[in-house]
């Protein structure tokens, strides 16, 4: 199972502290979190089902490219981070 972290922000609608989910991509581990905490999936995903613009994931160190994220694979061990991405100035 991998490790989901949450920025302080998405703490609010998900997991306060580290917790395991099982899923082989990003989206079955979505699922899993959803389950628990289904609120956060809203930030994440949009109503068509895909990544939100201002969502930003990293695996093991790596920021997840947008248009691979869901499909993105997971292992044991990996430590997700789920952030809402900041723009403007």
Known sequence: MATVICTPRLREVGPATARS???DNLLELLDALAV???RL?????DDQGRLRRHVAIFV?????PRDQ?????VSAGDEVYLMQALSGG
């Open 69 to 73: 994220a869901l499909t993105w694979p």
């Open 60 to 64: 093991g160190g790596q920021m997840v």
């Open 36 to 38: 628990d905490y289904p």
């Open 21 to 23: 989910y099982p899923g």
């Open 41 to 45: 999936r809203g930030y994440l995903l």
